[in-house]
C-alpha cells in the first residue's frame, strides 16, 4: 500500500477518502492509472463522468 511519502514526488496529492478529480488525472495520466490499479485493481473509475463503481 502506498505511504503518504509515496506521493509525495507526484503532480498532486489525493485527498482522503475521495477519487481525484478529472484535472488531478490529467495532471498524473499515466502513473495514476498505474497507481489505481495497484491500490484498488476491482475499482472502475469512468472519467469525465465521476461515476465509480466496485467489480
Avoid: H, N, S
Wanted: aromatic share 10%; proline share 9%; with cysteine.
Amino acid at each position: 500500500m502506498a505511504t503518504e511519502d509515496d506521493y509525495t514526488a507526484q503532480p498532486f496529492v489525493p485527498r482522503r477518502g475521495g477519487l481525484p478529480t478529472l484535472r488531478e488525472t490529467a495532471a498524473c495520466g499515466p502513473w495514476l492509472a498505474a497507481e489505481l490499479d495497484r491500490v484498488e485493481p476491482e475499482l472502475i473509475v469512468v472519467l469525465g463522468t465521476g461515476d465509480w463503481w466496485r467489480t
